[in-house]
């Protein structure tokens, strides 16, 4: 194939040679211009438009963080009835199926759910500290079905 090639330009005349060559070396300016100049500076430019965009988020993050330890601490509420009876009403206010609700001492008790959404477990747990309720101990154990099986403790919030 090289050996084609350099028979033919052997083969030009000293002026196609020179136009061979300038459009040779226009091809590879160009090549050169959008090939790679071009991509790697717009690769730069979104760059560095990302890093300002995470820099300004972590801003607010971290503002948002000094702000919350800057508010005073709202006290839990005052429990009115036995832990797992408040337990127990909470989930099932969230809509999960108790299958066990077991007193431990006098402010502890364990609940059992058999089945129930990931997410809406996790939010129900965040739930229960507005509700005078601290969780002590929970297990998550996966379901084939994408559910989850749930033991908790929880007791009474500390005043």
């Given amino acids: 194939m090289m050996q084609r090639v350099s028979l033919w330009y052997i083969g030009l005349t000293q002026r196609e040679r020179v136009l061979v060559g300038v ?9 050169l211009i959008y090939g790679i100049v071009l991509p790697v500076g717009n690769a ?7 890093h300002r965009e995470a820099t300004e988020r ?17 006290r839990a509420p005052v429990l009115a009835g036995p832990v797992e009876q408040i337990a127990g009403a909470s989930a099932q206010e969230a809509g999960f199926v108790v299958q066990s609700n077991e007193r431990r001492g006098s402010d502890m008790a364990v609940l ?12 129900w747990l965040d739930a229960l500290g507005g ?18 099986s749930v033991n908790v403790t929880v007791r009474k919030a500390a005043s």
């Avoid at 972590?58 to 709202?74: D, F, N, Q, V």
């Fill in 23 to 31: 459009a040779g070396a226009l091809a590879a300016v160009i090549l």
């Fill in 44 to 50: 730069l430019d979104e760059a560095a438009t990302r």
């Fill in 58 to 74: 972590a801003g607010r993050i971290t503002a948002g963080i000094e702000a919350l330890k800057r508010a005073p601490a709202a």
């Fill in 112 to 123: 059992v759910i058999p089945t129930a959404r990931p997410s809406a477990v996790l939010a």
């Fill in 131 to 148: 509700q005078g309720l601290a969780v002590e101990q929970v297990t998550l154990t996966p379901a084939p079905d994408g559910t989850v």
